[in-house]
């Protein structure tokens, strides 16, 4: 288990910070990490979206996953649009502060919360 966890967090931790030595390096432009954003948005997630209920078998302890699913975006944008009430004066600023602390870290906490508790098979 131990090596499994080690392997995932160098899974994710690799690719952030070969990204961020080539962005502050300027050796990589910023319209292709755009563009990387972009495509990753519109094609790979919707696919492999799609592909993964392919694989996943159903069974009655997948119900937890649209539940965790909803908390990890209403915890930290319920505590942002509080906070943001004190720190913000313009609705706008609000708005983006609020919708950035939800949606910023789903993939990353959802996807090693899932590992955590379903493994591979949950992940993939």
């Known amino acids: 288990m131990k090596l499994k966890f080690l392997l995932f967090a160098v899974d994710?931790?690799?690719?952030?910070?070969?990204g961020y030595f080539c962005r502050f390096q300027n050796i990589v432009k910023e319209r292709i990490f755009n563009k990387m954003i972009l495509n990753n948005i519109l094609v790979i997630y919707p696919?492999?979206?799609?592909?993964?209920?392919?694989?996943?078998p159903l069974n009655y302890n997948l119900m937890w996953l649209?539940?965790?699913?909803?908390?990890?975006?209403?915890?930290?944008?319920?505590?942002?649009?509080?906070?943001?009430?004190?720190k913000y004066i313009s609705h706008?600023?609000?708005g983006s502060y609020v919708m950035s602390a939800s949606?910023?870290?789903?993939?990353?906490?959802?996807?090693?919360?899932?590992?955590l508790l379903y493994g591979e098979t949950g992940y993939a």
């Open 12 to 18: 994710l931790l690799a690719p952030l910070l070969v």
């Open 47 to 56: 696919v492999l979206s799609f592909l993964s209920f392919w694989v996943l």
């Open 66 to 86: 649209p539940v965790m699913g909803l908390a990890m975006g209403m915890i930290p944008g319920l505590i942002a649009y509080f906070v943001a009430k004190y």
């Open 92 to 94: 706008l600023d609000r």
């Open 103 to 115: 949606l910023s870290n789903l993939g990353t906490i959802g996807g090693l919360c899932v590992f």
